[in-house]
Structures are given as C-alpha cells and as structure tokens.
C-alpha cells in the first residue's frame, strides 16, 4: 500500500481528535514467505549450496551402485550390512578427533583436503570395477578408507554453515542444505538405478569421482574471513573432556544428543535394507530400488522446504516431536504394505520426517552451544548418530538375514518411537529447547 494513502477509519478518527493511532498496514505474511531462501542470497552458501548439490549426486548413485554392487558379488543381506557397517565404523572411532580438528583449523581447507581424498578413493573403486577386478574385499576396503576421511569431513562440513551465514540464518540453511541433499537423493538413485541398468555400476563411480570437482570448485570461489586462532597448547583429549563436560552440565541436550543414537541404530538400516526390498520382497531390479531413494528424496525434499518455512520458530523441539512420530509410524506401514506402488508413500512420508528430526536437531545443537566449541559438540551428535550406524547396520542386515527386511524395519520402528516417548516424558526440558 502506497504510504500516503489512508483508510476511511483514520481519516474520521483524525476528524473527531481521538488521537487513535494510524492502523498499520505493512504487517503482512510475505516476509515469511520471503525468508524461505533467505540463506542463498548470500553468494558464500548459494556456492557451497550449488557445489554440494552436484557432489551429492555423485555420492547418491555411488550408494545405490555400491549397495548393488554387493548384493550382486555376495547374495547376503548380512554382508550388505557388514559393508555399511564398515563404512560408519570409523565415524565412531575418530568422530571426536575431526570435530577437534575442525574447530583448531580453518574449515574449508579441511574439506579441501578431505574431499580430495574422497575423489581420489571413489576413482580407485571406479577403475577396478571397470576391469572387473573387483571383489567383496576390495570393496570392503576402500569403503573402510572413505569411512576414515569421512570422519574428520563431516564435522567441518557441518559447522561450516554458520560460518557461511551466521546464526540467526542458520536454521535456514541448514533446512536449504536438506534441500539440496534430498534433491540429490531423487535425482542420484533415479539415474543411477537406470545407468547399472544399462553401463554397469562403474560408470556410476566414475560420475561421483568427477562430482568432487563442483565442491571443490565450490571451496576455492568462497571468500571467507580468516579464522579465529585458537588455543592450542592443550592436548586434542583436554578439548574433548572440556565439550564433554559442558554436554554434562546441559541435560536436555545431552538428552537430544543421546536420543539420536536410537535413530541411529534402529531407523537409519531401512535406508540400506531398501535394496532388499526392492530384491527380494518386491522381486524387482536395480530400477525398482532408484525408485524407492526417489520416493524418499521427495519427501525429504518436501520436509525440508518446510523446515525452511518454519525456521522462525523458537521451539524448535515441536518439529522434532512431529518428525521422531511420523518417521515410526510410516515405517511400520512400509513394513505391511503389499507392493512398491504402497511403498512408494511411505517412503515419502519418511523422507520428509527425517529432514524434521534431522534439521531440528542439528540447528537446537549449533544454536546451544559456544562457537569455540562448536565442532567437537557436533562431533559428539554425530558420535550418537551417524557414528552409530554401524551398529545399525550391522544389527539390521543380521536380523533381515533371518527375520527378512520388514520385520526388521518395523521392529527398530516400534522401539525408536518407544525411546523418543520416554526422552520427552521423563526430561521435561527437552521440551523446551
């Protein structure tokens, strides 16, 4: 509305001398609507964004190929487990050390380094299965060696945001970042599926090798403020012990951090499990299981774009509520329905509940805790998460080898939910976060 214009109403309140205040007319929704890419209008995170989205990509059609490519070398479920238990393994064993890392270094020349490496790993995997030299355990150990560079790359990734952003950005792009990564999981499984189809899983290999170079590139354009110096004459433990001890003195954290372990270890395997869905409970192909990741990538995709839109919210805890409840419930479903068609929504939903639990708790972390410190508490979260996958893995491939894929998803289901019900019940501050 044009700022000389006034409404009747004032106009006679000026008349009679009520010295009633002009109704303001500028309060409308549209900034809300407006702060949903609030975060890619700034050139730094649009440029990771932009990098990370092709990298991940890559990294999804090096999943499917990869989870293929086992089933088709062993026929074991338990083996598809193991090979995914391998690669978080090392998340647990040197998680920590990387968040030390990545608060002593400045963060994009660690994810210079470690991305490089990844490159380097991924087209080694890429040529020895393009010779057909490959096997179970030269799979197994290079998956082991990118599990390692994995471990110091995701704490520096994770932070990296708010140092791209801010704080008060952060929520959002946090939210963006799911976008993009979701995007890349429809997108990645979806020409992935069709390419082992048609070239084999190397050439799905040789993509993610190349895939790298657009976070890299991503890295080298970023201008970035040097980083602050930090305090080095204590040893990596003495930090470790300090970000231990301020967890220790916030119980509704520490809570939250420990409540993602049993997202961890009893949600995270139907991701893997889902190539044996697509197998031998809906006796389909390498197609039907891009399918599947698409399904879910959508709905994370649809998850995210809300968390963007919600990112104004203070009480973040109400969407971690809703997406831990919808990510039990749809997975029981999915372990009931009788064919990919009903799959297919459910899957969606999860995705989309995910991205809820997920986002909400990585910003509640980030925003809770002191920047000095940031990187070794993420490391502990994703120490309860991904660091735990392992676990879940190699507890979901067992059980589906011998109770089949549904049974399993919908018994780590039941007992997710049961946890996340307890957390909320007996520690009334989580609540409140």
Not at 167 to 180: F, P, V
Not at 318 to 326: E, T, W
Request: glycine letters at 10%.
């Amino acid at each position: 509305m044009d700022s000389d214009s006034v409404s009747p109403d004032t106009e006679v309140a000026g008349k009679i001398n009520l010295n009633v205040p002009p109704i303001p007319t500028t309060r409308i929704v549209l900034p809300v609507r407006a702060s949903m890419f609030t975060a890619l209008r700034m050139r730094n995170f649009r440029l990771f964004w932009g990098g990370a989205f092709v990298s991940n990509i890559g990294n999804w059609m090096q999943t499917i190929a990869q989870n293929w490519l086992v089933l088709a070398l062993t026929h074991s479920p338990f083996l598809l487990g193991l090979v995914n238990f391998i690669g978080n393994l090392p998340t647990l064993i040197f998680g920590l050390y990387g968040g030390v890392i990545a608060d002593r270094n400045s963060r994009r020349r660690v994810l210079f380094i470690t991305q490089s490496l990844m490159l380097t790993l991924v087209m080694v995997m890429a040529v020895l299965t393009f010779l057909d030299v490959i096997n179970i355990w030269l799979v197994i150990l290079i998956t082991l060696g990118i599990g390692v560079v994995q471990a110091f790359n995701a704490p520096a990734y994770q932070t990296i945001m708010l140092d791209l952003v801010g704080k008060e950005k952060l929520m959002n792009a946090i939210a963006l970042n799911s976008i993009q990564f979701n995007l890349s999981r429809v997108i990645g499984p979806s020409i992935a599926g069709l390419l082992v189809v048609v070239l084999g899983v190397a050439a799905c290999f040789f993509i993610n090798a190349l895939s790298f170079g657009a976070v890299l590139l991503a890295l080298f354009l970023v201008k970035m403020p040097p980083p602050q110096a930090q305090l080095k004459n204590r040893s990596a433990m003495g930090d470790i012990r300090e970000s231990f001890g301020f967890l220790k003195g916030n119980p509704a954290l520490l809570t939250l951090i420990l409540t993602s372990t049993s997202f961890s270890v009893f949600i995270f395997p139907y991701l893997s499990l889902l190539a044996v869905f697509a197998k031998d409970v809906f006796k389909s192909g390498a197609d039907a299981y891009g399918l599947l990741m698409g399904a879910v990538g959508i709905g994370a995709v649809v998850g995210g774009l809300l968390v963007a839109r919600l990112s104004h919210l203070e009480k973040r805890s109400i969407l971690l509520q809703i997406g831990s409840g919808v990510m039990a419930f749809s997975l029981i479903l999915l372990a009931f329905v009788p064919n990919i068609i009903w799959a297919l929504p459910c899957l969606a939903l999860a995705g989309g509940a995910m991205v809820l639990t997920q986002s909400s708790t990585n910003t509640i972390v980030q925003v809770n805790v002191p920047d000095h410190m940031r990187g070794r508490v993420i490391s502990i979260w994703q120490l309860s998460s991904m660091g735990m996958l392992p676990v879940g893995s190699l507890l979901g491939g067992t059980l589906a080898q011998f109770a089949g894929a549904p049974f399993t998803v919908a018994v780590g289901a039941v007992i997710f939910g049961i946890t996340v019900l307890g957390a909320y019940l007996f520690v009334p501050s989580l609540r409140g976060l």
